[in-house]
């Protein structure tokens, strides 16, 4: 495809948005070039995509970055009663503030202060028009692993993305999570929402999928300890269990299956 799609996932923490969100990179990245963002303040995409802690340590996240705000800005993070620009250079970002491996360049956001914070500050506005510049105007397939929320999002961005993905585990709490991204999706003019369920034991997935059928599915993962496992010793999913990941390729064609219909209008 000429431009690459946009995929923002989220979901409460643990429920293993950060390991669909790298294998789904990998898996883009056979295709052409993708752009992972880890949009989540704990930070762990780099690691499940494989990248050495080394690397990773040397990689920082924009929010934190100072320097490259009050350049950008023209504001000191921080300081209160400031003014700055409202529209900051963010273009070179994207190329410049990354690692990369394997075809996946890896760039750390860092925390957006929540929407309802009142936080207009130049960290907040750099990021959000960072954000906006990768979903609107970059030509590659960008990968968003996202807070639980929607902060990071407005209109005008959320409506830019071909898909917001949200992972469930089988469990009331975790489904009613995805009930709220749902609704707060729409608020901001997001039609395409999906589901991911995750942990599956034997036995669940049509009881478990019943249960979520006010979303759309794209599939399943089964619950599996070597995944587990590979995130303690820090081991890259989609390169160490191969049959894990083709549930994660069923996954990928799902998707892009039914980006390819049109929308329905309610």
């Known amino acids: ?37 880890d949009a989540d303040p704990d930070a762990n995409l780099g690691s499940a995509l494989g990248f050495d802690q080394t690397i990773l340590e040397r990689l920082v996240a924009i929010s934190t970055d100072k320097e ?16 700055f ?7 070179d970002i994207p190329d410049k503030y990354v690692v990369e491996k394997n075809g996946v360049k890896l760039l750390r956001m860092g925390k957006v202060a929540s929407g309802g ?7 907040n506005t750099l990021l959000k028009q960072l954000l906006r510049h990768m979903v609107v105007k970059r ?3 960008v990968v968003l692993d996202m807070e639980a929320g929607l902060e990071h999002f407005g209109r005008g961005t959320a409506d830019s993305v071909d898909a917001f993905i949200v ?18 999706a729409k608020d901001i003019g997001v039609e395409r929402v999906y589901a991911v369920v995750n942990k599956v034991h034997p036995g669940q997935w049509e009881k478990v999928r019943t249960m979520i059928d006010f979303i759309p599915v794209l599939g ?12 303690l010793d820090r081991r890259n999913v989609y390169e160490t269990l191969p049959e894990f990941t083709e549930y994660a390729k069923k996954i990928k064609n799902q998707l892009i299956s039914l980006l390819q219909e049109p929308m329905t209008v309610n």
């Open 167 to 184: 992972v469930i585990e089988p469990g009331q709490r975790s489904i009613e999570t995805a009930r709220e991204v749902i609704r707060l």
């Open 117 to 123: 914070s009142g936080c207009a500050c130049p960290e």
């Open 1 to 37: 495809m000429e431009n690459g799609l946009k995929i923002a996932i989220s979901g409460k923490g643990g429920v293993g948005k950060t390991t669909l969100s790298a294998l789904l990179s990998h898996l883009f990245a056979e295709d052409g070039p993708v752009l992972a963002v």
């Open 139 to 141: 030509n590659e397939t």
């Open 220 to 231: 399943y993962f089964p619950f599996d300890f070597r995944v587990v496992e590979a995130d």
């Open 85 to 91: 620009t409202l529209n900051p250079r963010v273009d």
């Open 68 to 83: 490259l705000i009050k350049q950008r800005t023209g504001a000191e993070p921080g300081v209160s009663g400031q003014i």
